[in-house]
């Protein structure tokens, strides 16, 4: 399924008889096989795919055979070392570090009877090895012709002694760039030195174009002394490095490249791009990122294949989308890159930006499972928003960062005030963890009063943080989206439900007359399958009636509810505890929800209640709001009255009550306590 002419060399030719693998050597002794041959894993007892993409040492744990290699790479390889395996021998050379610190190291079989050749050998032995041997002898005379070679370089050569007789050594070789090898024959046969070492490249044709590592030396077997041209003079042997320079190339490939997409990884993407920016010579141009949340654990859970599939289906509406100008890359986990030459405007990134969030809108091709991945895009213009290739990748993250999270609309193209907002972000969120864990929240209480006669008849809970290091108070517009992105929230919400039973207990316990008090609950919560036994236990910890607390739920969080939270909301009703419709207007509007779920009141958003007095439009909303809300048996709670203007609307309108400044602003529990106090004596 190789459709991409840049996809990575497939794996290495299975054709090859010696077994070959590359192994990367990570950081943390970490021996990942990158690729390996049929021969290879033979060795191992297993196939290629059950040893490609694995880790040695977890391979040791079940195949014995793999322990001694695992061992030998445990402990560190500086210069290449021979390891007896199976049959044979493996060669296991350490290529010099990646940039990123990476070692590859090479593995090559080699035959034992290479490595045994040094025992006292007879005639028989050595005719046998001569004979047998995977690598290619020939013995030259003193006048430099060929005198006899094994079946190993006649193979090769694809020639036969018959052809041969009487050629010099070099002709029959067909050895490119021959000057090398020609000044050492002759050295060595005038006496002037006695061995050479070498790598050469036979012609095609000839050895088809393999490389081979080269060794002259003298004739030196003892009693037999180098007289007459018909005399052996010199022996040369050919290694062919041709298997494992392949697989060299296809390592240094394997560890620039994305082994599944086949695009460049970071690394060589950031050249990449600053090549391109090269040839944009000064002209404008545009990278996007392009970040798909689910991608990483799919590609983990899939199988290799499907997952391969899916990823390759992503890049190819990726370039189908970007255009035919542009250099795509891996940018990170499920994050790819983009350079669009084309996109040399902030209008016509924001045009390629919003053309390729279009593109995913539709589900992926069958390839990828016709799924429907929404990527979140962010864009950086050059040289506008940075100078150099790093710095305008980092200007796509930033503007990836902010579209983050986002339920439409999800990119946007680099501004200055991005830069340190991911940053700021990151540290929000481990502060807020700290506070959450050192209790440092506080809630405050904001009564809810009847329209008519302003009794207090409830309160709101809003959380309040105050950051430690500065003293100033964080607004929640500005932490509860950080915790709800970060799951915080779980943890925040949980302290919240306990901590408003606790304070309705305590006023019970100082005699206080009680009123419900209301939590706000973010859409996460709602998908906790525990946020019901969640609620019901704070109640029981502390005594608390369910009919005394409340929860406010946005229309956003509803509307993104499952079957599941539906459940955990009629659990909730179904032990009496009452739901109210938050900021109502603001969200999706759509009132087929108010007849599924058991809300007992809305409250009007306060953009509406403010707009109330100049606006006959929202005058009209709010009036028809309460109409209907009344009409389906609901009530109407009017949030941010602020003037007594305002007030007087709603009196007209018939709202049932009223949340604002004008009654209170969010007060402390111990200022609540005297508000208890006071209208019921
Ligand atoms: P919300 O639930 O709609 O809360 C009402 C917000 O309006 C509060 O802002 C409140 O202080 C403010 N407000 C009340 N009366 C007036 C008024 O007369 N004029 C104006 N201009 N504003 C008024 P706050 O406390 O900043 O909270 C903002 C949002 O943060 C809340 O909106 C709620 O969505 C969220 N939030 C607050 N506490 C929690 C919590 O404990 N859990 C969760 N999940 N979200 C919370
Ligand atoms: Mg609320
Ligand atoms: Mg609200």
Known sequence: MVRNPERRGASLDDAATQPVAVIECGPSATFLVLTANESFAAL????PSTVVGRRLGELAGQVPAARPLAELLAAGIEAAALLPMGPGVLRCEPLPPEPD???LVVVTGQDETASEAAAPPDDAALQALFAGAPFGIAIGGADGRLLQANPALWTWLGASETDTAGRRLLDVLQIEERSGVEAALDDILSGQTRTWRGEVRLRPGAGSGRVVRARLSAWTVPGSPA???RAPALVLTLEDLTDSRR???EARRAARYDPVTGLPGRPLFLRRVADALARADGRPASLVAIGFERLPALLLALEPTEAERLALSVVDRIRQHAGPRAV??????????AVLPDADTPEAAEAALSRLAEAFARPLSAEGGGLVLTPTLGAGLHPRDAADAAGLIRTAGAALERARGRPT???????????GAAL????????????????DLELHYQPQAETTGLAVTGFEALVRWRDADTGSPVPPSEFIPVAEESGLILPLGEWVLGEACRQIAAWRTAGLPLVPVSVNLSGRQLADPLLCQKALDALARYG???????????????FGSSGGDREALAQLHEAGVRLLLDDFGTGYSSLSYLKRFPIEALKIDRSFVHGMTEDPDSAVIVQATINMAHALGMRVVAEGVETPEELTFLRAYRCDQVQGYLIAKPLPAAEVAAMLHGPTG
């Open 409 to 419: 609309r999800r990119w946007a193209l680099y501004e200055p005030r991005m830069a």
């Open 247 to 249: 697989a060299e190339a």
């Open 227 to 229: 007289e007459g041209s």
């Open 328 to 337: 795509l890359g891996q940018l990170g986990d499920g994050v790819f890159g």
């Open 101 to 103: 610190g990476r070692r």
């Open 424 to 439: 700021a972000r990151m540290t929000l969120e481990g502060k807020l963890r700290r506070a959450i864990e050192r209790g």
């Open 44 to 47: 191992l007892g297993l196939v």
């Open 544 to 558: 608390v009636a369910p009919e005394h607390l409340k929860i406010e739920l946005t229309e956003t969080a509803l």
